[in-house]
C-alpha cells in the first residue's frame, strides 16, 4: 500500500501562476522527499525535508512538512511550461534504511 | 558525474525468452535499488542492494533476478515473464542506505512482455 496519497491527482495551470501539491502519509517518518518526473522517463530529485524541518526553499520551490497532521505541500512559483511533469512525494516510514515508498503522484500541466 | 545509466531503453520479449536489464553508475554509491513503476502509477521498490550485498528482497517474485556482479553494476534478469510484468523498471542508487542519502535514478528500461 502506498505511505504517501496526493492532491490534487491532475492540476492545470497557465504559465506564470503558481501550483501546490499536497501529500498525506500514515506513518511516522524520518524524512520526506519530493522527486519530478516527465513523461516515461526516471525520476529527478527536488527536494529533502527532514522531520525536524517545517519548511524548505530552493529556488522556486517550496516544501512544507506539518508532521503533526502527517502532511506536506510543494509550491512551486511562477510556473514555466518546463515544470510539465508528474510529481511525487517519497517517505521512507521511518524504518531502517533508504526504502521510498512513493505517494500516487500529481500530474502537472503548465499552460505558455 | 551524477548520471545513472540503464540499457536498454526500450525490450520486448516473449513469455519464454530470458533476457537481463542493466544499470550503472560511477558515482561510488554504495546502495542501489531496482523499481517497477506501471503506467500512472508510482514507483514501487523492487529490491534494494547495500555494499554489493542483497539487503530487501520485496517479495518479488522469482522470475525476477537481481545480481550486483560490482558496486558501479545492477543486473536484474528476466525469465518466464508474464504480460503484467511489462512496466518501466527503474534503477536508482544513493550514497548509502541512510536516511537523508538522495536516490538518482537512471531513465529507466520500457519492458514489454508478449
Known amino acids: 500500500s502506498q505511505q504517501g496519497e496526493e492532491d490534487p491527482q491532475a492540476l492545470s495551470i497557465q504559465e506564470g501562476e503558481n501550483a501546490t501539491m499536497n501529500c498525506s502519509y500514515k506513518t511516522s517518518i524520518n524524512n520526506l522527499q519530493w522527486y519530478r518526473q516527465n513523461s516515461g522517463r526516471g525520476l529527478v530529485h527536488l527536494i529533502l525535508i527532514r522531520s525536524n524541518e517545517r519548511e524548505k526553499h530552493s529556488g522556486r520551490l517550496r516544501v512544507t512538512l506539518d508532521t503533526s497532521k502527517k502532511s506536506s505541500s510543494l509550491l512551486i512559483t511562477a510556473s514555466r511550461a518546463a515544470d510539465t511533469a508528474s510529481y511525487f512525494c517519497?517517505?521512507?516510514?521511518?524504518?531502517?534504511?533508504?526504502?521510498?515508498?512513493f505517494g500516487g503522484g500529481t500530474r502537472l500541466m503548465v499552460k505558455p | 558525474d551524477t548520471e545513472v545509466t540503464q540499457t536498454p531503453k526500450h525490450l520486448v520479449m516473449g513469455m519464454t525468452n530470458k533476457k537481463s536489464l542493466k544499470c550503472e553508475q560511477h558515482m561510488g554509491h554504495r546502495a542501489m535499488y531496482w523499481y517497477k513503476q506501471k503506467a500512472k502509477k508510482p514507483p514501487e521498490l523492487m529490491f534494494v542492494?547495500?555494499?554489493?550485498?542483497?539487503?530487501i528482497n520485496e517479495s518479488v517474485p522469482s522470475r525476477f533476478s537481481p545480481e550486483c556482479p560490482n558496486s558501479s553494476l545492477l543486473n536484474l534478469h528476466l525469465h518466464a515473464l508474464q504480460p503484467e510484468d511489462s512496466a518501466l523498471y527503474l534503477c536508482a542508487s544513493s550514497r548509502d542506505r541512510g536516511w537523508t542519502d538522495t536516490q538518482y535514478f537512471g531513465p529507466g528500461t520500457r519492458l514489454t512482455v508478449l
Open positions: 542492494y547495500s555494499y554489493e550485498k542483497l539487503s
Open positions: 517519497a517517505t521512507d516510514g521511518n524504518n531502517a534504511g533508504n526504502m521510498l515508498t
